[in-house]
């Protein structure tokens, strides 16, 4: 069975904190990784990407892959109100041509 | 920025009827997929379509479900005798290349079945 694994939350954070969402997989051969936000009502928007093991930084935005582990994060710094929504992570499990979803972490950052 | 479309946004159907959901992904990409959303529920995968053919489909993508590329733009999702269950968000994603690249989802249709 091919998991995702997010705590669902929910996850409150004062205006200007770092904000920190886990992830885990169950799929040891996956390979790619995406952090997307959803808003209540609307579609799941892409942050971002990682590939490889280590950080990758985009503007207040950080994705954190350790394969070994089988484990991905996303940190927000300088977290603001309009943060707030739910993250989704995704990842591309080997062995098939598809995403599996987490069921999200609920973010709200309180001003 | 180029972005998936998605029409209608809200579609209502009685049970047993048959629904057309249409898509226009962003021109340049090649991959196209299907998912739904249960309300409060994770997104799920339903089908991805590469080269006018089905790649890969799930467990969900049943006899009733069926996709179509009718013309250079429009991805169609028909689903052929609408249940109760079928009540859900349904989102179009497309990407330029394979499964391994990011997948940027069109706004939505919400369908009801009554």
């Known amino acids: 069975q091919k998991e995702v694994e997010q705590n669902s939350g929910p996850l409150s954070v004062p205006e200007g904190a770092i904000a920190s969402l886990n992830c885990t997989y169950s799929d040891r051969g996956s390979q790619s990784f995406f952090w997307y936000r959803q808003y209540s009502g609307k579609s799941p928007e892409l942050i971002m990407s990682?590939?490889?093991?280590g950080d990758k930084e985009d503007g207040r935005f950080t994705a954190q892959l350790n394969k070994a582990s089988q484990y991905v994060s996303l940190l927000i710094r300088d977290s603001q109100p309009s943060d707030s929504a739910t993250y989704l992570c995704?990842?591309?499990?080997?062995?098939?041509?598809?995403?599996?979803f987490g069921t999200g972490t609920s973010l709200t950052v309180i001003p | 920025e180029p972005e998936v479309t998605q029409t209608p946004s809200h579609q209502v159907t009685q049970m047993g009827q048959e629904v057309i959901l249409r898509c226009v992904p962003i021109s340049n990409h090649l991959y196209f997929y299907w998912y739904r959303q249960i309300l409060g529920q994770k997104v799920e995968f339903l089908v991805s379509?590469?080269?006018?053919?089905?790649?890969?489909k799930s467990e969900i993508f049943d006899d009733q479900f069926s996709v179509e590329r009718p013309d250079g733009s429009n991805f169609t999702l028909k689903i052929r005798s609408t249940k109760l269950e079928d009540s859900a968000m349904y989102f179009c994603?497309?990407?330029?290349?394979?499964?391994?690249?990011?997948?940027?989802f069109g706004p939505g249709t919400r369908l009801t079945v009554t």
């Open positions: 379509f590469y080269n006018n053919e089905i790649s890969e």
């Open positions: 990682i590939y490889s093991n």
């Open positions: 995704a990842v591309n499990m080997l062995a098939g041509n598809q995403f599996y």
């Open positions: 994603a497309s990407s330029p290349a394979g499964i391994f690249y990011e997948q940027y």
